[in-house]
């Protein structure tokens, strides 16, 4: 089977081989979670790297990740291209920018899983005080520049690091009370920006390897597939179960990186 001739990783965080059936089990998990966040539901692309790296180091996953994020981008944004607020992507690039800036500069400095436990925090708290506080139902409110910029700079870098920018860029996108469609698309463009963004750092960071190729153009298919069935789901569900699924997903990740994150710290 060519999958199966397919399954060998080189892993240099952990100086072995990894291939099989898990391998290519939670990679299929991985490439549909990237695929749902594609469709408009972005909170799914969070899981894909702490999935991945249930059986391969989180840096190989990164760099494995990143063209099938880029592949599903595509179909992404094909099929939000009615739906997206110009105003808000063009202050997502500056501060997406910046982010990718600094993810860059401090990827030798910074350690990986205190970035985890920082994004899961930032998320938590944001979700839970969204649930305790019922803002679903208040009035629609309007970040300044600057919040748009700090929050999209911190999406920027986490994204960076991990994939993980979902959870900043929700604690600026949920307030606006955007269309859900809008929000979909909002988020999807400013991910596709963003991915752009790291191709030229990871390929310099030694984070982009060719070896890897055959593997990631099997991980297209799931990712395809994916990206119309988020866009399907999302059509069809009501506004408000909407934004109560995206911060329900927003809760789950962010528990799940903060427990991923001091399980690897300690």
């Not at 179909?75 to 808000?88: E, T």
Request: aromatic share 14%.
């Amino acid at each position: 089977m060519a999958a199966a001739q397919a399954s060998v990783i080189p892993d240099p965080q952990k100086g072995r081989i990894v291939e099989g059936m898990a391998f290519w089990t939670l990679a299929v998990i991985a490439a549909f979670c990237v695929g749902l966040s594609k469709g408009g539901a972005p909170a799914f692309g969070s899981l894909a790297v702490p999935i991945l790296s249930l059986v391969i180091s989180p840096v190989t996953a990164v760099g494995l990740l990143l063209p099938v994020f880029i592949f599903s981008d595509i179909f992404g944004l094909w099929a939000y291209r009615k739906y997206f607020d110009f105003g808000l992507l063009k202050v997502a690039t500056v501060g997406m920018f910046i982010g990718t800036g600094i993810g860059w500069a401090t990827a030798h400095i910074v350690p990986e899983d205190l970035v985890r436990v920082m994004i899961g925090l930032i998320g938590l708290v944001f979700s839970l005080n969204f649930i305790m506080r019922a803002t679903a139902d208040g009035p629609a409110q309007q970040p300044s520049f600057a919040s748009g910029v700090f929050w999209t700079t911190v999406a920027g870098f986490t994204s960076f690091v991990s994939h993980a920018g979902a959870p900043p860029l929700q604690v600026w996108m949920m307030p606006q009370k955007l269309p859900k469609m809008v929000f979909a698309g909002t988020a999807t463009f400013a991910f596709a920006i963003m991915n752009v963004l790291k191709i030229w750092p990871y390929y310099t960071l030694g984070q982009l390897q060719a070896e890897n190729l055959q593997v990631t153009m099997i991980l297209f298919i799931p990712a395809f597939i994916a990206v119309f069935v988020g866009y399907a789901l999302i059509r069809v569900l009501p506004t408000r179960v909407f934004y109560t699924v995206v911060i329900w997903m927003l809760l789950a990740v962010s528990i799940k990186l903060i427990w991923d994150g001091i399980a690897a710290l300690i």
